[in-house]
Nanobody
Framework: QVQLVESGGGSVQTGGSLRLSCAAS????????MGWFRQAPGKEREFVAS????????DFTDSVKDRFAISKDNAKNTGYLQMNSLKPEDTAVYYC?????????????????WGQGTQVTVSS
C-alpha cells in the first residue's frame, strides 16, 4: 500500500519561500507521476503543479508559474514543491498525490494516492 507524507508547511510573510516535501513509501516512486494540489477554506481542491514519472515533464497552473518549482528524486522516493514569492492567496492546505502512468492530469480524481496535507499560511 502506497503512503504519502507531506512536510514543510508553515507560516510566512508575503514574498517568503517554503519547500514542501512528499515522502512516499510502499511503492516504486519512479513508476508514478506526482501532483500537488491545494484547498483553501470554503473552496474546492485545485491543481497546482505536476511532474512526470521521470521528472522531465512538468505542468503548472497559471497563478504559480514563475514562482513555484516541482521536482522529484526517485532515488529518495521524495517529491518537492518549491514555493517562492508567496502571496496571501497561496494560503491553503497543500496535498501531494501520485498516479501510475504517463499522463499528467489536472483533475484530483485522476490521482489515486494522497497525503494528509500540510498547511501553508501566507500573511500580508
Amino acid at each position: 500500500q502506497v503512503q504519502l507524507v507531506e512536510s514543510g508547511g508553515g507560516s510566512v510573510q508575503t514574498g517568503g519561500s517554503l519547500r514542501l516535501s512528499c515522502a512516499a513509501s510502499g511503492g516504486t516512486f519512479s513508476n508514478y507521476a506526482m501532483g500537488w494540489f491545494r484547498q483553501a477554506p470554503g473552496k474546492e481542491r485545485e491543481f497546482v503543479a505536476s511532474i512526470s514519472r521521470s521528472g522531465q515533464t512538468t505542468d503548472f497552473t497559471d497563478s504559480v508559474k514563475d514562482r513555484f518549482a516541482i521536482s522529484k528524486d526517485n532515488a529518495k522516493n521524495t517529491g518537492y514543491l518549491q514555493m517562492n514569492s508567496l502571496k496571501p492567496e497561496d494560503t491553503a492546505v497543500y496535498y501531494c498525490a501520485i498516479r501510475p502512468g504517463l499522463a499528467l492530469p489536472r483533475r484530483p480524481t485522476e490521482y489515486g494516492y494522497w497525503g494528509q496535507g500540510t498547511q501553508v499560511t501566507v500573511s500580508s
